[in-house]
């Protein structure tokens, strides 16, 4: 049987022989289990995902959520979905034991609820955003508003979302005009309007609560002055019963390209005057708050880029394996058979792409959650700083990466697949249009490099930046032991180096005030830094296969020299493209930035 979802193998190297999963069983908080408890999770997640959630994919895509005498109204296969992620324990996967949750490393979490993101995207992403909600009512609320609301969504009774953007603002959150005025009972009452705001209705849960942006009225202008609140769509009683609708309207849904099983929506907040919010922590703290569940967004979009990639280079490698088509190149005989299209050089290119991006970025978002687990349960209290810190860094490129190449894997998807590719009979055209919305999810490639040159780079003195720069050097240091790695190796050293130099003057520039200047390229800045992250990563991969192979067992030895091949076609095909965009940063060119609006 083909794997559809994400290889089953693959993720037993990045677990296992990569990431070092095992290790985590020696922390205290782990302590309970072990390979067979993490392989069980896996086992259990990639079966309701295969057996209920991709069964509805396509027909969340057709048949999308409908607007409805004010309501959105969704298909009925979704809701037993998410009871069964519920009930498996995947919501609270990372939670304590005696809070009803798994204590399991977040590593372990993040690869569990990579099947379901494979299998159905729309689905997914309302536990995904519902875990965000909790944790951050979990990290700032009260214990009054803990048990109002946070137990229900641990329960899988009630469901979150994000409310930021404004019509009028869009990501600029300086902008938003949301309004919060408090009432004589310490509530407030909300007026103002969001949009694009997802799984903002729903008739699945009980309840739904909005973590929302808004200002008071003493707020200072900009993101200084921006607020957080609870509004749940149905108050709730000091027992814990659901008491009447509060004011939030259902304005519309928004019909997007891709994700069509998950609801978007407009939604308007006090047009009667009687919205009821609740203050989320410290007034004017807003942002740095939302910043919370933003970066877990942010991970979380970009793992799901992934496995929209990885579940279309599935589809189209198996799909190659079985279709023939044609002969080879000196093959002159018309009456010989047909070979497959995977015996066709241009089309393994494809499908070599394909593996060099999904992969390596499968590994990044692990290697992510790993970090995660470091910043938690690490012994010594600087170096749980560190993994922080070098999250922070990782974060924009766990994104954003993703977010463009796994994209670019889809569109290799439906090349290999032909004509059939372009048509609603096969999946690879979904894929895309789904994969297609996430370089525009929780902030754009401009936006994320902006984070990443004009802040993280330079955070903290650059620190951040240090640590990885060692990594990446210890990770070739060790590569200089494999003499087969060597070609591969000396074009991550290379860019490593040079960027090194671009990334000082670039800072310069922004240190004297240069700001527009040093920012002007920054979308290229992040392509490089993520080609120079993606290659590191694979490199380390490449270590493993080689290893493998020397100590592995035979019926293995195909995949690790398929790791090989995969990391060789992205350090010496892909990385030294990227001395290109290097040379443009170096020379500061001006191209974009003197382009006036008038001669467009």
């Known amino acids: 049987m083909s794997e559809t979802l994400l290889s089953a193998r693959n993720l037993a190297f990045e677990l296992y022989e990569v990431l070092d999963a095992q290790a985590l069983t020696e922390r205290e908080r782990f302590a309970d289990h072990s390979r067979e408890t993490f392989d069980a999770a896996i086992d259990t997640a990639r079966s309701i995902a295969e057996r209920l959630y991709a069964p509805h994919n396509r027909k969340g895509d057709e048949q999308e959520p409908q607007y409805v005498d004010g309501a959105a109204v969704l298909i009925d296969e979704v809701a037993p979905a998410l009871k069964a992620f519920h009930e498996a324990g995947f919501l609270n996967a990372t939670r304590d034991f005696e809070a009803g949750g798994m204590q399991l490393p977040n590593l372990l979490s993040q690869a569990c609820f990579a099947h379901f993101q494979a299998a159905n995207i729309a689905t997914s992403s309302y536990s995904l955003l519902t875990m965000g909600a909790a944790n951050l009512i979990e990290a700032f609320g009260s214990p009054e508003q803990k048990e109002r ?38 509530s407030y009452r909300i007026r103002g309007n969001k949009i694009f705001i997802s799984g903002g209705d729903q008739p699945i849960s009980e309840n739904i609560v909005h973590m929302v942006l808004a200002r008071l009225p003493d707020a200072p202008p900009g993101v200084k002055g921006i607020s957080l609140f609870i509004v749940p769509k149905f108050l709730v009683g000091d027992d814990g019963a659901l008491g009447p609708r509060n004011d939030v309207l259902l304005a519309g849904l928004f019909h997007k390209m891709g994700w069509r099983g998950t609801t978007s929506t407009a939604l308007n907040f006090g047009d009667n005057g009687d919205c009821v919010g609740y203050l989320l922590g410290q007034p004017h703290q807003g942002l740095s708050y939302m910043f919370q569940m933003m970066n877990e967004a942010r991970i979380g979009v970009g793992m799901g880029a992934t496995m929209l990639g990885y579940a279309g280079y599935l589809y189209s490698l198996d799909y190659a394996r079985q279709r023939p088509q044609g002969r080879q190149p000196d093959g002159k ?19 070599l792409a394909q593996k060099a991006y999904v992969e390596g970025a499968f590994d990044l978002g692990l290697y992510a959650a790993r970090l995660f687990d470091d910043t938690q349960t690490l012994a010594d209290e600087q170096a749980r700083k560190d993994a922080l810190e ?9 994104k954003s990466w993703p977010s463009e190449f796994c994209l670019k894997a889809n569109e290799l998807a439906i090349q290999v697949l032909g004509g059939h590719g372009y048509t609603r009979e096969y999946p690879v055209e979904q894929y895309y249009r789904d994969n297609r919305l996430n370089p525009i999810h929780e902030g754009t490639h401009g936006i994320q490099s902006l984070d990443l040159l004009g802040r993280k780079v330079a955070m903290n003195g650059g620190a951040a930046l240090k640590q990885l720069l060692k990594l990446i050097q210890s990770t070739c240091q060790r590569a200089e032991a494999h003499r087969s790695l060597d070609a591969l190796r000396q074009p991550l050293e290379q860019l490593l180096a040079r960027l090194q130099a671009v990334t000082l003057a670039l800072l310069g520039d922004l240190m004297s005030g240069q700001v527009n200047q040093g920012l002007a390229n920054s979308a290229l800045y992040l392509k490089v830094f993520g080609h120079l992250v993606i290659g590191w990563r694979w490199l380390e991969q490449a270590i493993r296969a080689e290893q493998g192979l020397a100590g592995g067992q035979a019926a293995d030895a195909d995949f690790y020299r398929g790791k090989l091949q995969a990391a060789r076609y992205f ?5 030294p493209g990227c001395q290109h965009e290097l040379a443009l940063l170096e020379a500061r060119d001006d191209c974009t930035l003197s382009m006036q609006g008038a001669w467009f």
């Open 149 to 186: 609301f946070l137990q229900p969504m641990l329960e899988g009774r009630c469901f979150g979302t994000m409310a930021l953007t404004e019509p009028h603002a869009g990501s600029s959150l300086s902008d938003i005009r949301t309004r919060a005025e408090p009432a004589a009972d310490g």
């Open 390 to 398: 070098l999250l922070d860094l990782l974060t924009p490129i766990v």
């Open 333 to 351: 005989d018309p009456s010989s058979a047909q070979v497959a299209i995977l015996e066709h050089a241009d089309v393994r290119r494809m499908l």
């Open 571 to 575: 350090l010496t095909w892909e990385v």
